[in-house]
């Protein structure tokens, strides 16, 4: 079985990237309000984390389910890319606040619909790819018996989102944490550090636009400082400790890491 694993783990290593048409991407940059509606995306990335943290604070997921409704009936009158992707976020967080509520089938089941949504969407961009590539890394706890299957689907959006925008740091935070969660006897570790130094680096979005993803940041710095506190590199995952705490004070998961780096 283990033969079996890094065999597998070889061919998809080995696999070069699909030839990618760009005249067939639906890039979102030239996506453009054309209804009244469609104020429901307008800083629509900060609506849906506002709504999962209120259903966290009030036990109750209820604003979760009325943004997903919104989006949905949006995506009814306007069948844009778009929309899906957002719906995906959405659903996304909806299955972490069921995980933390201690219902893995109803997390599951979100998490499964998030995918296949974007997984069904034609001409998919650098965006499409990085989310889907993170939604199916997610999803491995899930379903232990469909770890290889799921593991290389996300490694190979992760791939496809960076060979499409290579200067977008969302593609290049999935993938670093796909090399960050393979283990080291199977390849893993080759990949983190370059690839998370440069997501830090880039800015959220090209052009600032509030219809448009801006996450990854805050993730990329925690993966990186937790890799030189893995590799016990204590001046550097400081210097990234600041350089992140600074840029994002409010964040819960980077502050935890401090607790890691006194008297360090």
């Not at 079985?1 to 070069?16: E, H, K």
């Not at 604003?63 to 995906?88: F, G």
């Not at 959006?157 to 290579?166: K, V």
């Not at 090209?206 to 990186?224: C, Q, R, V």
Request: proline share 2%; charged share 20%; with cysteine.
């Amino acid at each position: 079985m283990i033969r079996l694993f890094l065999f597998l783990l070889l061919t998809a290593s080995c696999q070069a990237t699909p030839r990618i048409d760009f005249e067939q991407i639906e890039f979102y940059e030239t996506f453009t309000l054309t209804d009244a509606s469609d104020s429901l995306l307008v800083d629509i990335q900060q609506k849906i984390y506002d709504r999962f943290v209120q259903s966290l604070m009030s036990q109750d997921d209820q604003q979760l389910l009325t943004i997903e409704k919104q989006l949905a009936d949006l995506y009814a009158t306007n069948a844009q890319n778009l929309i899906r992707y957002w719906e995906s976020y959405a659903r996304y967080y909806h299955a972490i606040y069921a995980l933390k509520k201690g219902d893995r089938e109803l997390a599951e089941q979100y998490l499964s619909q998030a995918i296949a949504w974007l997984d069904q969407l034609k001409k998919k961009n650098a965006e499409d790819h990085a989310l889907l590539s993170m939604l199916q890394g997610f999803a491995i706890q899930f379903n232990p018996q469909k770890t290889m299957q799921l593991a290389m689907a996300s490694k190979q959006n992760a791939e496809l989102a960076l060979a499409i925008d290579a200067q977008n740091l969302r593609a290049h935070y999935v993938v670093a944490s796909n090399d960050f969660y393979t283990p080291e006897q199977y390849g893993g570790g080759k990949k983190v550090e370059a690839h998370l130094q440069k997501a830090v680096a880039l800015p959220t979005q090209k052009i600032k636009n509030d219809l448009l993803p801006s996450w990854g940041k805050e993730e990329a710095y925690e993966m990186l400082i937790k890799w030189y506190i893995k590799k016990e590199q204590w001046e550097t995952a400081k210097t990234y400790f600041q350089e992140a705490i600074a840029a994002f004070p409010d964040n819960y998961q980077l502050s935890q890491l401090a607790t890691q780096l006194v008297s360090k």
